[in-house]
């Protein structure tokens, strides 16, 4: 049973208070913070309509849509050898591929 819909309150001055503890308020022009005011009431208005259904006779779920294993069983095959694998490598090390450093200097 939908029971009557009660838009939730407009939240401009709660945005506002929420971008400038956080900062953002630097990012955003009045433009940008007029249409997240517009999404974000339009997400709890739906909200609101959601919260007065009736949903007693509902049982609690952990997950919405079933649930079904799609993947294949692992099975062994045949694969490459490590230097098979590693033939194109322009170094190597053993079995492993060797990369230039990226974070820090590639001087120990």
Do not use: C, W
Request: proline share 9%; hydrophobic share 40%; aromatic share 4%.
């Amino acid at each position: 049973m939908l029971l009557e819909h009660k838009p939730v309150p407009k939240m401009r001055d709660e945005l506002i208070q929420l971008f400038k503890r956080t900062e953002l308020s630097k990012y955003l022009t009045d433009e940008e913070l007029a249409r997240l005011e517009g999404q974000l009431n339009h997400i709890l208005d739906q909200y609101a309509i959601l919260a007065q259904l009736d949903t007693d006779a509902i049982p609690p779920t952990a997950q919405t849509i079933e649930l079904e294993n799609i993947l294949r069983d692992d099975v062994v095959q045949p694969s490459f050898t490590p230097d098979e694998a590693l033939a194109n490598a322009p170094e190597r090390d053993g079995d492993f591929i060797v990369v230039p450093p990226i974070i820090g200097d590639s001087e120990p």
